[in-house]
């Protein structure tokens, strides 16, 4: 009995230390959008290259505000890069089947598609 309700009590003081600690977690930003491969890929371009710049000065609170800031962009982007090359890996495999059966159509067809979107993460 003594030991359900020390279990309870521990239960309740890590429950409401992860409701403080998210009520003392600085204001949340919405990530700059990303409707495309191409956005998202932009997007993250940017906001590494402004955290490296960031990163390698002093860290500041304002910097820090910033690095904040940029890391939901870039969580963003990489969802959208990671939704979109899921994707990619499928047209591939169906360009893989469509080469070992010889498929012209196939593979000219989602080849293009594969092509464009590949072409978009590696320029």
């Known amino acids: ?4 309700v020390l279990v309870l009590g521990c239960v309740a003081l890590i429950a409401s230390s992860f409701a ?3 009520l003392e977690r ?5 990530g700059k959008e990303a409707k495309t491969l191409a956005e998202a890929v932009v997007n993250f371009k940017e906001a590494n290259q402004r955290f490296a710049q960031l990163q390698s000065a002093k860290l500041t609170p304002e ?3 910033e690095i904040h800031q940029l890391t939901y962009s870039m969580e963003v982007a990489l969802e959208k890069i990671h939704q979109e090359t ?6 591939l495999e169906e360009v893989h ?3 070992e059966k010889m498929d012209v159509s196939t593979v000219q067809q989602q ?4 092509l464009k979107n590949a072409t978009t993460l590696v320029k």
């Not at 009995?1 to 359900?4: A, D």
């Not at 899921?86 to 047209?91: D, N, S």
């Open 1 to 4: 009995m003594k030991s359900s």
């Open 20 to 22: 403080i600690s998210a």
């Open 26 to 30: 600085p204001d949340h930003f919405k």
């Open 63 to 65: 910097a820090m505000a």
């Open 86 to 91: 899921a994707q990619l890996k499928v047209v």
């Open 97 to 99: 089947i469509a080469s």
């Open 111 to 114: 080849g293009a598609l594969y």
